[in-house]
Nanobody, 128 residues
Framework: QVQLVESGGGLVQAGGSLRLSCAAVGRTFSMYAMGWFRQAPGKERELVSAITWDSGITYYADSMKGRFTISRDISKKTVYLQMNSLKPEDTAVYYC?????????????????????WGQGAQVTVSS
């Protein structure tokens, strides 16, 4: 199976920055898009950002626009999430995900159920 390996999580003070990485490791495979989701204790998993692999079209949750930036390195099969101006409410486990299916992506990119592979999760803790 395809493995998504995350790194870059940690503890940071409010207002600080952090960059998460997610690399697709192992078998050669094609993907249409990759994204980041997060889940805080007691809350549902929610979209942070997503990017289509070939064209680089990006999507952001409203609360992340202007603070977070998603990017990818095609040669490394790696997606990044640059997080700036972090707030305590950003504290969560952040998961990367890969989607092989193009179907209706622009309308359903935010749905966790459409993604085929998931990373192990990276804890991001933002202190006051």
């Amino acid at each position: 199976q395809v493995q998504l390996v995350e790194s870059g999580g940690g503890l940071v003070q409010a207002g600080g920055s952090l960059r998460l990485s997610c690399a697709a490791v192992g078998r050669t495979f094609s993907m249409y898009a990759m994204g980041w989701f997060r889940q805080a204790p007691g809350k549902e998993r929610e979209l942070v950002s997503a990017i289509t692999w070939d064209s680089g079209i990006t999507y952001y949750a409203d609360s992340m626009k202007g603070r977070f930036t998603i990017s990818r390195d095609i040669s490394k099969k790696t997606v990044y999430l640059q997080m700036n101006s972090l707030k305590p409410e950003d504290t969560a486990v952040y998961y990367c995900a890969a989607d092989r299916d193009v179907f209706d992506y622009s309308r359903t990119y935010y749905r966790t159920s459409r993604y085929d592979y998931w990373g192990q999760g990276a804890q991001v803790t933002v202190s006051s």
